[in-house]
């Protein structure tokens, strides 16, 4: 019942009007303005989260990888059971060094191109929508796929950059004395960061959708 009476909330909402399914809803409830104003804020929006995977990538050098990976093996085994090495042998370090190199890698170059893409999608919009009113309500049919495709590929680019600096900070954050040390540390407040921003996050979307 509490999932249904949250989808109530949408309806008659801004959102309602976005994907409204026809040219006469769409020039009733839609303004070109607003919507403009809604890309141009994605636009500024995906430049800055861009900023984040550069910043990490130039951190990352081939020294910092050599290094961690030396700090990792002088780590006891319950450090590495701490990191989610499986039992702390030579093999399961590098299993683990291999993995966590492939999947940074690839949402750090994900989480650029991305919100580049989207960026193309919001020139794309500015460049194709009509400044008629009653054209762009025809061109709105279609043209919604194109504004929906701007809003989930800047959502998509702020969960793959977060994911990153989670990644980021689990491994690379601290002095070299206290690795090993602070590794479970590290993880706790990982996991504390990201239920406050859940539960801050399904707090927003209850109150004020």
Known sequence: MKAFGLCRRFKDSRLDDIIARTAELAAANLEVGELDTIVAQTSTINTFIITFPLG??????????????????QCTESQKESMGIKDGSSNDVQWYFNRLYDTLSRLLITGIYLPILTIIFSLWYYITRPTNKHKFAKWWIRGRYLFSSIILGTAFSVILVLFAVNLFYINFFGRSSDFCKNAASRNSNISTGSAILIVLLGTYLYIFI
Request: hydrophobic residues 65%.
């Open 56 to 73: 990490i990538m130039q951190v990352l050098q081939p020294a910092v990888w050599d290094s961690f990976l030396l700090l990792l093996q």
